[in-house]
């Protein structure tokens, strides 16, 4: 069996071809929906994953192993001139592990920024956005600091959300550690991070605490129980289909656990007004593309500074592919892009 390293290897040169040879790998033909056009390297990932069995069809662990070893082959590398530093927070239910970020050219005038990672609440760790956290460290010039939270069904909600608000807590206390300005931090996550980090704004609002610096939403859910028409459109879109989310959302939430409960959907927080600038970005081919997009709306009515991006061309899950999808690295690295100029305008 080749290695892991071989087998990256022959992954990157099939993903080197020309766009018409990879479409014809991968069923033949442009993906073409809702006005958009899915990347043809999108296409290949989508066309060889049709051979695997579904991850609704999976245990929670099976899964978890399984999109481990998937995101090392298409992951880019850690940036240059960005170190790590393990960490232990503590949390409600005992210590955190996060990981820390650090760029060599660090601007004492930045805030820090505190991450979550995507997963459904159910699968994902520190790997799973190890590339993407040190493009916002190097790009931001500022501290990362990532949050491996607990994950259902072993921990259902609230869990990994009280989690990610203890570390926001603690990062906001430690500023001076890591060499970020002494203001609170901004909160950000990809997909169910995106979930945890609006939620952890409306949060600090709701308690009285100081909001953070900026919300980073990528393609965030914000409604468990969404029925907008990209939930049809890109229901069977990969690498996130709908029959996906409901297998996520059954481990997630308990029995009792209603979906219109804000600290679940916080697109149904009545009130947005008085929130944190906010940086979101959606995908193209994506169930979630709708809710993203209507959230910024609702956010630039209530009066937040917003800016918003859709990448047309690009899949849920984006910020993983960075090693494998150039689209998608180039999309990161405007993501970070933004978050700075979200930083420099509220400086």
Sequence with gaps: M??????????????????????????????????????????????????????????????????????????GPLEPGVRTESLSVEGPNGPIPCRAYRPEVQDVH???????????????????????????????????????????????FPAGLEDVLAAYRWARDNTAR?????????????????????IVAQEMKRTGEPQPAAQILIYPAVDVASETPSMTTFGDAYPLTRETMDWFMGHYMGADADPADPRLSPDRTEDLSGLAPAVIATAGFDPLTDQGEAYAKRLQAAGVRVRYRRYDSLAHAFTAFTGAIPAADAACREIAGLVRETFEAGA
């Design 2 to 75: 080749a290695s892991d390293a071989t087998q990256k290897a022959i992954l990157k040169l099939i993903l080197s071809l020309p766009s018409p040879i990879l479409r014809a790998m991968s069923g033949g033909g442009v993906v073409y929906k809702g006005g958009r056009t899915l990347d043809p390297r999108f296409q290949f990932f989508a066309h060889a994953a049709k051979k695997l069995p579904p991850m609704s069809s999976l245990s929670p662990a099976e899964a978890v192993a399984g999109s481990a070893r998937g995101l090392a082959a298409v992951q």
């Design 178 to 198: 890591f060499g970020a300005a002494p203001t609170p931090p901004a909160i950000g996550g990809d997909s169910m991070g995106g979930n945890f980090s609006a």
């Design 110 to 156: 930045a805030p820090l920024i505190v991450y979550a990672h995507m997963g459904g609440g159910v699968i994902g760790d520190l790997e799973t956005c190890h590339a993407f956290c040190s493009i916002l460290a190097r790009i931001v010039r500022t501290a990362v600091i990532s949050v491996d939270y607990r994950l259902a069904p072993d921990h259902k």
